[in-house]
């Protein structure tokens, strides 16, 4: 995980964004939250290691990140704003359940096969994409027709 760090100083200085204390700590954190994560669990763990800095400085720095392209925001509409650190990751698209939180990331290529399809059909140069499918899934889904999930196995002990 640390060994993402000097790739991602290596972008900022690229772009020439200075490299502050506090830009370096942020990045530190944003690859120890790994995975996907809100402000909250960022400043969380800032909190627990006895690191000072403000919600909004993590904001700005988060959203200098993410227009350099080391981080991607993906926007839950009335929920907060989760991000994930992209570099040297693969392309992928989300499934986020809309009451645990879950996320699933998945891969598809026949998804990202007919977007540049589409784009292309009307002359429009991709440049970027985020694709979100909301709902609900299988554990709470299960969850709320408990006795439907668990019908089959019922019916095959014969009651
Ligand atoms: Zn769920
Ligand atoms: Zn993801």
């Known amino acids: 995980m640390s060994s993402r760090l000097p790739a991602m100083v290596q972008t900022l200085r690229d772009r020439g964004i200075r490299l502050t204390a506090e830009r370096r700590s942020i990045l530190a954190g944003v690859l120890t939250c790994g995975g996907h994560f809100d402000v909250d669990r960022l400043l969380s763990h800032f909190r627990h290691q006895g690191v000072q800095v403000s919600r909004a400085t993590v904001y700005r720095s988060l959203n200098t990140l993410v227009e350099v392209g ?12 989760l991000y994930e650190p992209i570099e040297g990751r693969e392309h992928h698209e989300h499934m986020i359940c809309v009451r645990c939180g879950e996320i699933i990331e998945f891969v598809e290529p026949e998804i990202e096969r007919l977007q540049q399809e589409v784009c292309r059909r009307s002359g429009f140069e991709p440049l970027d994409h985020t694709l979100q499918i909301y709902g609900v899934c299988h554990a709470c889904n ?3 027709a408990a006795e439907e999930c668990s019908d089959p196995a019922r019916a095959g002990a014969g009651g």
């Open 142 to 144: 299960c969850k709320d």
């Open 70 to 81: 080391l981080l991607r925001k993906i926007d839950l509409g009335d929920r907060p704003s």
